[in-house]
């Protein structure tokens, strides 16, 4: 099974905010946000990728997530480099 390991950001009429999370399916996932239906801390707000990294292991991609979660700069490095190719 294939895991995926994303990164989200408001799209720009909302305040800027960004969000880690993993997944099976990238495309269900973003709609369950934009739905208000994802994690609590993403209601409210539409969003759009800005990352994200595929893995074949379920412990290796939690792990990752949990590293870029952690990070900040890294996730700010992400966001600029979205910014920049926009």
């Known amino acids: 099974m294939v ?6 950001k408001t799209l720009d009429r909302y305040p800027s905010k960004s969000y880690v999370g993993y997944t099976i399916n990238l ?3 973003l709609e369950k946000h934009n739905l208000n239906l994802g994690a609590k801390s993403t209601r409210g707000y539409k969003w ?3 990352y994200k990294k595929k893995f074949y292991s379920k412990s290796k991609a939690l792990s990752f997530e ?3 979660k952690k990070d900040r700069k890294e ?3 992400l966001l600029y480099e979205f910014k920049k190719k926009s």
């Open 3 to 8: 895991y995926y390991v994303y990164l989200i």
């Open 27 to 29: 495309n269900k996932r």
């Open 48 to 50: 759009e990728f800005v």
């Open 66 to 68: 949990y590293k870029l």
């Open 75 to 77: 996730r700010l490095r």
